[in-house]
């Protein structure tokens, strides 16, 4: 069935540094499309970016991701961290009419 | 923006007592959903609903019943808590029609079985 990996459950990083999520995923269907959820503390989860067309670059609030249906990638980049960055990010895939499945989540920390 | 409201925010329960977890969603979508977060496991879906008067089950239905008496309601109910039931609960909302459509989240209920 389908389903979405995310390798990093804990990361934690130095403002400044860049950031890199992994994303991967699995689906029998074509008409695939990855989002990126990230949930703020005491917050709801919100969408923060969702993928376009197949290698095509999508960008919201600094952080970007391309999906590449080639390798089932669509991993999410920011340049710079940010302490305000600290939150729960979690990748999700939803493929044909299907329901949405998640990645277990991977807990960013951003330190001074 | 979109709007999904979640009550109680916050539950104390009793082993064996029943619970029931309340989503109120003012998009008008036709689907909504109840996940589970926990450490390690992330989202996972419990039951969700095509529209009112429907329900079906999700990824891990045992000991939670659904119900959407309407449009703009759907509820969790937990007949018999258990303490392996703490949890925080999301209740979504989405779009049927977009494959593409991102899902509204409420807020969370964080209820703890003791």
């Known amino acids: 069935g389908d389903s979405v990996t995310q390798k990093e459950g804990l990361v934690t990083l130095t403002e400044g540094l860049p950031v890199m999520l992994n994303c991967t995923y699995q689906?029998?269907?074509?008409?695939?499309?990855l989002f990126w959820y990230v949930h703020y503390l005491n917050e709801s989860p919100r969408l923060l970016l969702k993928s376009s067309t197949d290698n095509k670059r999508t960008e919201h609030q600094g952080f970007h991701a391309t999906l590449h249906k080639s390798s089932s990638s669509f991993h999410l980049q920011k340049s710079s961290a940010q302490l305000s960055d600290s939150a729960l990010y979690y990748c999700a895939l939803r493929a044909g009419y299907q329901n949405f499945y998640f990645g277990k989540g991977t807990s960013l920390t951003v330190i001074p | 923006e979109a709007a999904v409201t979640q009550s109680p925010r916050n539950k104390v329960a009793v082993t064996g007592g029943k619970v029931t977890l309340s989503c109120n969603q003012t998009n008008n979508h036709n689907n909504m959903y109840w996940y589970r977060q926990d450490t390690g496991h992330g989202l996972r879906l419990i039951h969700y609903s095509y529209g009112a008067g429907s329900t079906e089950k999700g990824d891990i239905p045992d000991g939670y019943k659904a119900s959407r008496p309407s449009q703009e309601n759907f509820s969790l109910i937990l007949e018999l808590a258990t303490p392996s039931q703490t949890s925080v609960y999301f209740c979504?909302?989405?779009?049927?029609?977009?494959?593409?459509?991102?899902?509204?989240f409420g807020h969370g209920t964080k209820l703890s079985v003791l």
């Open positions: 979504a909302s989405g779009d049927a029609c977009r494959v593409n459509e991102r899902l509204f």
């Open positions: 689906t029998i269907y074509s008409n695939a499309f």
